[in-house]
T-cell receptor, first 113, second 117 residues
């Protein structure tokens, strides 16, 4: 499994944008970049995913470098409820059904009021 | 999004006893479910892949006779921790993807916190 590298922790203030980086220099040409987050004492939840182009959804934006060796999850306006551990995960294309996710250590995001 | 439930959410058992944890997909069918374990301050570690109607596939280092997995239907997988010991105390989380289409999103249960005394 291709490896991802994330900072152990980051801190930001409420209502400010947050940029969470992820390095994945060994990514293959067909790997998707997925982001999940885990709130305290809960199971992870899907945030966003992408392949080559930048992606936006109601939760966040994903900016993918042109060489795909890094990506950045962007929370446009952080709230206290965004405090969580954010995981960047590489995933091969799925043919059918589900596929296992391999979690790294993730980034623990703290939001200050 | 789709919902995955787990039961119980929290369980305390005595050393040597067995504990069963249920994972259900509430509004979709899941051919495959996954079981993870998470120790405090650590990341999720995949334990096994549960396939409906067939034997589970265990990750290296996970004892299949200790962690029994049954996936009897498209909406239910169970994990039984047999002869539990204090070192099995952990947060157990299941996840599932939808059976009838390539599923880019995996749905996670809320987790079960097991404490073995």
């Amino acid at each position: 499994d291709a490896k991802t590298t994330q900072p152990n922790s980051m801190e930001s203030n409420e209502e400010e944008p947050v940029h969470l980086p992820c390095n994945h220099s060994t990514i293959s040409g067909t790997d998707y970049i997925h982001w999940y987050r885990q709130l305290p004492s809960q199971g992870p939840e899907y945030v966003i995913h992408g392949l080559t182009s930048n992606v936006n959804n109601r939760m966040a934006s994903l900016a993918i470098a042109e060489d795909r060796k890094s990506s950045t999850l962007i929370l446009h306006r952080a709230t206290l409820r965004d405090a969580a551990v954010y995981y960047c995960i590489l995933r091969p294309p799925i043919i059918q059904g589900a596929q296992k996710l391999v979690f790294g250590q993730g980034t623990r995001l703290t939001i200050n009021p | 999004g789709a919902v995955v439930s787990q039961h119980p959410s929290r369980v305390i058992c005595k050393s040597g006893t067995s504990v069963k944890i249920e994972c259900r997909s509430l509004d979709f069918q899941a051919t495959t479910m996954f079981w993870y374990r998470q120790f405090p301050k650590q990341s999720l570690m995949l334990m096994a892949t549960s396939n409906e109607g067939s034997k589970a596939t265990y990750e290296q280092g996970v004892e299949k006779d200790k962690f029994l997995i049954n996936h009897a239907s498209l909406t239910l997988s169970t994990l039984t921790v047999t002869s539990a010991h204090p070192e099995d105390s952990s947060f157990y989380i299941c996840s599932a993807g939808e059976a009838d289409r390539p599923s880019y999103e995996q749905y996670f249960g809320p987790g079960t916190r097991l404490t073995v005394t």
